[in-house]
């Protein structure tokens, strides 16, 4: 009877220390993490939307991605209206991965959060399902039923497990690829999780980080630089910000990054922040596309096509004199062709070597 009641003791210490255990993890952190993998062509995701399924690949052999890593289900945009909410579909095309935040704010959405950002263009993102807080207690029960449907404004919503996953291992420039594919009878119900909400909010409250780097400090460098609610130049003006602000760098990317100012949480475009203070990082008649348009591998719209580059992102010049009407250019390290006509000259930034020469 007392070796009963001794286990049963000892059984309650050890749960009491575990629970105390996880209460003092962190459940509040922004984004400077370790990444697993620094090699963008290990991985190729593919998100197919007509099954809701994220899927990554790693090459096999003969240096084809055929070998899968890891399949999830997912919810992206919505694609038709609901009610009076139009439509939001997640952009379909081939991508670079941009920016992280590990516990990131929706600053147009009225204060919802997710864990585990990873940017695939301008303000689409993967990221976990929602929460109410920055606070890893506050997981929203609607969006973990949703998932495996079109639901979100285009990001594309993921287990808590899975955007972490991504998180760490989907590096800057990994490619990722998004189209409907043919629908597959079972797929996403089979990877749906099926645990009720309150197990897997107790569950995903297990899944914490070591403690993260230090957030970068950066300072405007033009005046009247515009802090935005989003990445784009259409979202919400927050304010104005001052050279020489100081302001605490939360997504690093290009051609956005994500900062808190005063207060303040929004989109400032990285060309107007510098991370060396009093000196320009950026250059008044450099190169940038005008609008989200496609690279290509020859000089010709009926060639195959490269990646997209994001609206307002900084281009290397390769060539603009070969082929009339097309310009050669560097983006994430691979050299395309897209038409002359949608490079603009403005401020951009300037990197690697070239900004060793900037004052």
């Known amino acids: 009877m007392y070796k009963r009641r001794f286990c049963r003791l000892a059984a309650l210490a050890l749960a009491l220390a575990l629970a105390l255990a996880l209460a003092l993890l962190p459940s509040v952190a922004f984004a400077r993490d370790e990444l697993k993998n620094t090699d963008p062509?290990?991985?190729?995701?593919?998100?197919?939307?007509?099954?809701?399924?994220?899927?990554?690949?790693?090459?096999?052999?003969?240096?084809?991605?055929?070998?899968?890593?890891?399949?999830?289900?997912?919810?992206?945009?919505?694609?038709?209206?609901?009610?009076?909410?139009?439509?939001?579909?997640?952009?379909?095309?081939?991508?670079?991965?941009?920016?992280?935040?590990?516990?990131?704010?929706?600053?147009?959405?009225?204060?919802?959060?997710?864990?585990?950002?990873?940017?695939?263009?301008?303000?689409?993102?993967?990221?976990?399902?929602?929460?109410?807080?920055?606070?890893?207690?506050?997981?929203k029960a609607g969006p973990y039923s949703t998932l495996g449907s079109t639901a979100s404004h285009g990001c594309v919503r993921l287990y808590v497990e899975d955007a972490k996953w991504l998180y760490y291992n989907a590096c800057p420039g990994t490619t990722v690829h998004i189209a409907g594919q043919s629908y597959k009878q079972g797929l996403t119900a089979s990877l749906k999780n099926k645990m009720p909400f309150k197990e897997y909010d107790a569950f995903q409250r297990g899944i914490y980080d070591a403690e993260p780097l230090p957030d970068r400090t950066a300072w405007i460098s033009v005046g009247g630089a515009q802090l935005r609610s989003g990445n784009g130049t259409n979202d919400k003006l927050i304010r104005r910000l001052k050279e020489g602000a100081a302001v605490t760098v939360l997504q690093e990317g290009d051609p956005w990054v994500k900062v808190v100012c005063d207060g303040k949480e929004g989109y400032v475009k990285r060309c107007y922040v510098t991370y060396e203070q009093g000196k320009m990082q950026s250059i008044s008649d450099g190169r940038y596309v005008a609008g989200t348009i496609y690279m290509y591998d020859a000089p010709n719209t009926r060639a195959k096509r490269i990646y997209k580059v994001a609206r307002d992102s900084t281009i290397t010049i390769v060539d603009e004199t070969s082929t009339?009407?097309?310009?050669?250019?560097?983006?994430?390290?691979?050299?395309?062709?897209?038409?002359?006509?949608?490079?603009?000259?403005?401020?951009?930034?300037?990197?690697?070597?070239?900004?060793?020469?900037?004052?």
């Not at 062509?41 to 593919?46: G, L």
């Not at 095309?93 to 864990?115: D, L, N, P, V």
């Not at 560097?330 to 951009?348: C, F």
């Open 324 to 359: 009339e009407g097309w310009t050669l250019i560097d983006y994430w390290g691979t050299q395309g062709y897209v038409q002359s006509r949608l490079i603009r000259t403005g401020w951009a930034t300037v990197y690697g070597a070239q900004a060793e020469g900037q004052a």
């Open 41 to 139: 062509n290990k991985y190729y995701i593919q998100l197919d939307t007509t099954n809701q399924v994220v899927t990554v690949y790693e090459k096999d052999d003969e240096g084809e991605y055929t070998r899968i890593v890891r399949r999830m289900v997912c919810t992206t945009g919505k694609t038709q209206p609901k009610g009076e909410e139009p439509a939001s579909p997640t952009p379909g095309g081939t991508w670079k991965i941009g920016a992280r935040e590990r516990f990131g704010k929706f600053a147009a959405f009225g204060g919802e959060y997710a864990r585990y950002w990873t940017q695939i263009v301008g303000g689409i993102y993967f990221h976990s399902i929602m929460f109410a807080k920055r606070d890893i207690h506050t997981l």
